[in-house]
């Protein structure tokens, strides 16, 4: 069975950091990009960051540019969000899915989800 399990969230001041993982099992991990998304209340959800599966490219949205890193550990089967400089409206609960390669940060292009982590920042 696919499961994907977030864990890492919290609540942090405004200014601090988070590290988000994503522990996979159930697939052939390697074979798949991952992506992170966020959705705060009242909002849509919306694409944050993804990495491929070839590669290992990195795609980010604006919003979060310069400030968050993603990584995946194929050995782990797990990837990871590192993020610094954390702003009040980063606060979301937040999602990794499995997309193809070539998926991007459209969350029509993914098709298996994790339940989410809640991250809250203070101001």
């Known amino acids: 069975e696919v499961q994907l399990v977030e864990s890492g969230g919290g609540l942090v001041q405004a200014g601090g950091s988070l590290r988000l993982s994503c522990a996979a099992s159930?697939?052939?991990?390697?074979?798949?990009?991952i992506g992170w998304f966020r959705q705060a209340p009242g909002k849509e959800r919306e694409g944050v960051s993804c990495?491929?599966?070839?590669?290992?490219?990195?795609y980010y949205a604006d919003s979060v540019k310069g400030r968050f890193t993603i990584s995946r550990d194929n050995a782990k089967k797990t990837v990871f969000l590192h993020m610094d400089s954390l702003k009040p409206d980063d606060t979301a609960v937040y999602y990794c899915?499995?997309?193809?390669?070539?998926?991007?940060?459209?969350?029509?292009?993914?098709?298996?989800w994790g339940r989410g982590a809640q991250v809250t920042v203070s101001s």
């Open positions: 899915a499995i997309g193809s390669q070539g998926s991007r940060l459209g969350i029509y292009e993914y098709n298996y």
């Open positions: 990495i491929s599966s070839g590669d290992g490219s990195t």
């Open positions: 159930g697939f052939t991990f390697n074979d798949y990009a």
